[in-house]
């Protein structure tokens, strides 16, 4: 996964990391990475978060479609969506922030998965449902 910030430092997260809880833990968090670049896990010597170049479009597979989120996009049932697409990489940008869709301009088709704003946990939720029934994890 990777973060690109309002002012567009990109940082990639190890999928073993645990975001604190609380505001205040996080945005120390956050200055700490925003000031060493890096942030290593205590039991090893494992980046768990770290700031990387740009542009985001170089870390992804090659021939990976890419679909954005937002509410003005294409109202999609994303179960019916991901069903018929062929087993290739997909690269979802979602918006964290409160208002506006995810600006990024090298998205191919911009998807509304409710007709309602949603908050990221909500939509990347429904994402990851969406493709574990069509790969049928659960």
């Known amino acids: 996964m990777y973060i690109q910030t309002t002012q ?3 940082i990639e997260v190890n999928p073993s990391v645990r975001i604190p809880r609380t505001f205040k833990r996080f945005a120390g ?8 670049l890096k942030i ?3 039991d090893s010597s494992e980046v768990l ?10 870390y992804f597979p090659a021939g990976a479609h890419k679909f954005g989120t937002s509410v003005t996009g294409e109202l999609v049932n994303i179960n019916e969506f991901a069903e018929p697409l062929p087993d290739e990489p997909v690269v979802f940008a979602v918006g964290a922030h409160a208002h506006g869709p995810a600006h990024a ?3 191919e088709k911009t998807l509304a998965l409710s007709q ?7 939509i990347l939720g429904r994402i990851m449902n969406a493709f ?3 790969w049928n994890i659960l």
């Open 105 to 107: 301009d090298w998205v």
């Open 132 to 134: 574990e029934a069509k």
């Open 8 to 10: 567009n430092v990109l």
């Open 40 to 42: 290593r896990s205590t």
């Open 49 to 58: 978060l770290k700031v990387i170049k740009n542009p985001v479009t170089q």
């Open 29 to 36: 968090l956050m200055v700490q990475l925003l000031y060493k």
């Open 116 to 122: 309602y704003g949603c908050s990221a946990s909500v």
